[in-house]
């Protein structure tokens, strides 16, 4: 796909110009394709008893909101500051970073998830080890990952994001990734019980046309398939 690069915004500017309409954006979009319940519930089903949970790329606080009723300490981080404003002032513990450059200490969450982004924050190969990286070290010993990302082999590896910001389209790059490249950098990383879904329902098998990758990790040591 040819993009003119003039029109295109970094993920930072993208996500803050997108901030105000993000919420109603997702409401009546593709979005509302996928079930909030399912949602809720797959991400519940993970984060069960953890008691200290972070969400990679929290945006609004839009997952945090369904999480409202699980008792663990919730904290939210994403790289856009227009995002983080309207999720701290929805009432929630965030804070402004790149998910490649954690400002938390070692080994301080028990369970780390990213909805709807995941890996897809990670331009190349490097990053996606660096993320790799990043999440083992601030997970705890019996820690365990979540990350849902946009699927290589459907969506291509680098790919056009054309959103409605009120009255304007404003666009980003999108980035796709496998099953393999995921799989090598988190054993690299040191992860083990990698497991993989293709969606949020019943655990869906992760299929080649799969619109979504969502990987499941823990720190301690184990079988991966
Ligand atoms: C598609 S939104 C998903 C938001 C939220 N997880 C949800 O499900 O509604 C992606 C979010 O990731 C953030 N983001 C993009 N790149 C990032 C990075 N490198 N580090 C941290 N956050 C990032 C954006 O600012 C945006 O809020």
Request: glycine fraction near 10%; include cysteine.
């Amino acid at each position: 796909m040819e993009i003119e690069p003039k029109e295109l915004l970094d993920p930072e500017e993208f996500y803050d110009n997108m901030a105000p309409y993000y919420d109603r954006f997702v409401e009546s979009t593709r979005y509302n394709t996928l079930s909030l319940e399912e949602e809720e519930e797959f991400i519940k089903s993970f984060i069960k008893d953890k008691r200290t949970i972070l969400d990679l790329g929290c945006g609004t606080g839009r997952t945090m909101k369904l999480l409202s009723s699980v008792r663990g300490e919730l904290v939210g981080v994403d790289i856009s500051r227009k995002m983080i404003e309207i999720a701290g002032n929805n009432g929630f513990n965030v804070v402004q970073a790149s998910v490649l450059n954690l400002p938390f200490n070692n080994n301080c969450f028990d369970s780390i998830y990213s909805m709807h982004g995941g890996f897809g924050y990670c331009r190349n190969n490097d990053e996606v080890n660096s993320l790799s990286t990043e999440l083992f070290r601030v997970l705890s010993q019996e820690g365990l990952i979540l990350l849902d990302t946009p699927h290589g082999m459907v969506r291509g590896s680098k790919y056009m994001i054309s959103w409605s910001a009120g009255n304007r389209i404003i666009h980003t790059i999108g980035f796709g990734k496998n099953k393999d490249e995921i799989l090598k950098a988190l054993n690299r990383a040191g992860f083990g019980q990698i497991r993989f879904f293709g969606a949020y329902d019943g655990y869906a098998e992760l299929r080649d046309d799969s619109r979504r990758i969502i990987v499941c990790a823990t720190k301690g040591i184990g079988l991966t398939k």
